[in-house]
């Protein structure tokens, strides 16, 4: 049975998750957004207003729009899944990120707002030619506009799954419909959303942890949540062992943490773009700064409802796989073969929650619980997992889901099944607010350099404001629908979260790398760069594809190996020109 089939019994099955309450709330939430972007985006005059929303944001504005670019629903919805599969240690990856918020504020800021660009990537001419600006802004587009299509398809596989909808179509309506107020209102209308929609994320988050709290068993508590999850290896917070190949480590953290981080936040336009809206410096520093203080806290939260998350499916019945729509295909297509594996899943689940439940008791009187307890219960969570990973291989066998993988489906299952009437459809739109805050600054700082530094580059003649305009809605216009077209292979790509981040490491290193050349060794010209860049991309992809390193560091490769090339080349040619 070909996927996408069954619809009949899925579509039965989603609607039953869904109150009237809970789509009238969740379509009240997005409409009023759009309709909120439109209002704030309307009296458009020219390129300065729709691109740069007038230069006239607050740092407060510029904060959450900086929050709300990076916090899209991959993270909302995969970080979850991320620590309940693999523990927290993924929050490792942003230890980086606070060192990176100071060296840009020094550096990087003053001379963007001096400059009075549009775009990161017009500094680049200035300092070495037009087609290392090009270049950059190249590298810049593809790999944004990839990531993009990520974060599209990402809420779309929140109504593929409650509505047994067709995936392809779910991605054409949740990327069309953020393009009605991206189109219109350009940045101004960006900022002013992405304001709204993280206050109400940030009022998510904390109901989604108090309510996985809320449904642990009568006599557990966050404690004991806790325990069990640490007991399980989920709060691995800290880890110290250096591997080249391990994704999350203290050392990866810190070092390519900084390298992505930097690059991404001052060089990347999605977020550029916020903070070169703000009215002066210091608004943009203090914007920039305050998102270095309290994003690892919030990452650590969201984490952290994932292993409370693995805790709670400790203590009570846990599916067998968290994709609810394959799942039931399978069922329906299978039941001989399912119900044999149904069968051991629960009896070992059932052991399993004896023992969670004995090991928080110890607890309560202060007993030692001992090594052998302790082997028995991850042997037993060993055994479970073997099961589900019988169940992915042949849901993936029998192409009953384009996406075997069960990790981004944790956390939607559990709102989906254990939230109240009202609470299931906020937390569905606040999904959606997160994408969209992301992938409308996204749409628009794609739009801005491709216009800016392709398009209106090699124009000759003066264009009007008006037409000025014009252009960027158009531009809008088409990486909104290249995004989508993205998001249709998006299904192949695993956790999406490591996704995202591994597109932008592929691309981050190379372009830092040619920004820190420019601001910090003033003797390397731009043909030396410029051959220096081609020549690290091409060896970046190449350890990709060798599979030698964790992808943190090919920030860092990246990254010097321009530095190096370039100065190489450069040395190289003074010795040519003095030989002469």
């Known amino acids: 049975m070909p996927a996408g089939t069954g619809g009949v019994v899925l579509s039965i099955y989603s609607t039953l998750a869904m109150s009237t309450l809970d789509w009238g709330i969740l379509f009240a939430t997005l409409v009023g957004i759009i309709a909120y972007g439109v209002y704030k985006g309307r009296n458009q005059h020219g390129s300065k207003t729709y691109l740069l929303a007038d230069k006239n944001m607050p740092w407060y504005v510029v904060l959450l729009g900086i929050m709300a670019t990076q916090a899209s629903a991959v993270t909302f919805l995969s970080a979850p899944g991320q620590a309940y599969t693999d523990g927290m240690r993924f929050v490792q990856y942003y230890f ?15 001379i963007f707002q001096k400059l009075n660009v549009y775009t990161a990537y017009e500094y680049l001419e200035t300092r070495f030619d037009r087609k290392t600006r090009v270049l950059t802004s190249i590298l810049f587009l593809l790999s944004r506009g990839l990531s993009t299509g990520i974060s599209i398809y990402a809420p779309s596989i929140i109504l593929s799954s409650i509505m047994g909808w067709n995936i392809y179509l779910t991605n054409i309506i949740t990327g069309g419909l953020l393009i009605i107020y991206t189109y219109s209102g350009g940045a101004k209308a960006v900022a002013h959303t992405q304001k709204l929609q993280f206050l109400i994320i940030l009022a998510a988050i904390a109901i989604a942890g108090y309510l996985v709290v809320d449904n642990l068993p009568t006599g557990m508590g966050m404690g004991d949540a806790l325990y069990v999850a640490g007991k399980s290896g989920k709060l691995n917070v800290i880890t110290t062992t250096f591997d080249w190949k391990d994704k999350y480590n203290i050392w990866s953290g810190i070092i ?17 773009g916020r903070y070169i809206t703000a009215k002066d410096t210091t608004e943009s520093r203090t914007g920039l700064l305050m998102n270095g203080i309290v994003k690892i806290p919030m990452q650590f939260g969201i984490l952290l409802i994932g292993a409370l998350l693995f805790a709670l499916y400790s203590f009570k019945p846990a599916p067998l796989y968290f994709n609810d729509s394959a799942y039931q295909t399978y069922k329906a297509t299978r039941p001989a073969e399912l119900a044999t594996l149904e069968a051991e899943y629960t009896t070992l689940h059932t052991a399993y929650q004896a023992q969670a439940t004995s090991m928080a008791q110890a607890r309560k009187t ?55 009437k009202g609470l299931v459809g906020l937390l569905f739109a606040v999904i959606f607010l997160a994408s969209w805050g992301s992938i409308s600054a996204a749409i628009n700082s794609l739009a801005s350099s491709s216009l800016i530094d392709l398009q209106l580059l090699n124009n000759t003649e003066p264009i009007s404001e008006k037409k000025q305009l014009a252009l960027g809605r158009l531009h809008t216009l088409g990486w909104g629908i290249f995004c989508i077209a993205v998001a249709m292979f998006a299904t192949r790509m695993g956790s999406l979260i490591e996704a995202v981040n591994i597109l932008g490491s592929l691309f981050y290193g190379c372009i830092l790398g040619i920004f820190l050349v420019a601001f910090y060794i003033k003797k390397i010209q731009g043909r030396a760069v410029f051959i220096a860049a081609i020549v690290t991309e091409a060896i970046v992809v190449v350890i990709y594809m060798a599979d030698a390193v964790s992808f943190l560091w090919l920030n860092v490769i990246g990254a010097i190996l321009v530095m190096l090339i370039s100065s190489g080349i450069s040395i190289i040619h003074k010795k040519e020109v003095h030989t002469e």
């Open 256 to 272: 390519g943490g900084f390298f992505l981080s930097l690059s991404y936040f001052g060089t990347d336009q999605s977020q550029v």
């Open 366 to 420: 202060h007993m030692q619980v001992d090594e052998k307890q302790l082997a028995a219960f991850m042997q037993t969570q060993h055994n479970l997992q073997a099961i589900r990973d019988t169940v992915k291989s042949r849901i993936t066998k029998y192409g009953y889901s384009k996406d075997a993988n069960d990790t981004n489906y944790i956390f939607l299952y559990f709102v989906q099944h254990n939230l109240p």
């Open 96 to 110: 980086g990120l606070p060192i990176a918020m100071v060296v840009i504020s020094i550096t990087f800021i003053p």
